[in-house]
């Protein structure tokens, strides 16, 4: 399995921006397609975002679509979420997860196997 600590999360104004962090170790970091994940207080955990291990594939649920940009830097070990124009329906416990299964791009919980502790972001109105 592969270790992840997330970091950035915090309170900003709607229309404003954050950048998450998402630091791996303990494997071979760019064996994983990886995703950022969000829970909101009384609601299930739903994809956000992923990325190949190359970084040449992301895909993105649809309500973040031109706002957020996933990204990776493999020397890093590290995965970003760059988010901007962020809305209060934003709001939640953004968590990293990394996969080492096909089909990860469907962004199905399942196929991540291994998962942070996630970062609160909160967006007011």
């Known amino acids: 399995q592969v270790q992840l600590v997330e970091s950035g999360g915090g309170l900003v104004q709607a229309g404003g921006s954050l950048r998450l962090s998402c630091a791996a170790s303990?494997?071979?970091?760019?064996?994983?397609?990886m995703g950022w994940f969000r829970q909101a207080p009384g609601k299930e955990r739903e994809f956000v975002a992923a990325?190949?291990?190359?970084?040449?594939?992301?895909v993105y649920t649809d309500s973040v679509k031109g706002r957020f940009t996933i990204s990776r830097d493999n020397a890093k070990n590290t995965v970003y979420l760059q988010m901007n124009s962020l809305r209060p329906e934003d709001t939640a416990v953004y968590s990293c997860?990394?996969?080492?299964?096909?089909?990860?791009?469907?962004?199905?919980?399942?196929?991540?196997?291994?998962w942070g502790q996630g970062t609160q972001v909160t967006v007011s109105s």
């Open positions: 990325i190949s291990w190359s970084g040449g594939i992301t």
């Open positions: 997860a990394a996969s080492g299964a096909t089909g990860w791009e469907r962004g199905s919980t399942y196929l991540f196997g291994s």
């Open positions: 303990g494997r071979t970091f760019s064996d994983y397609a």
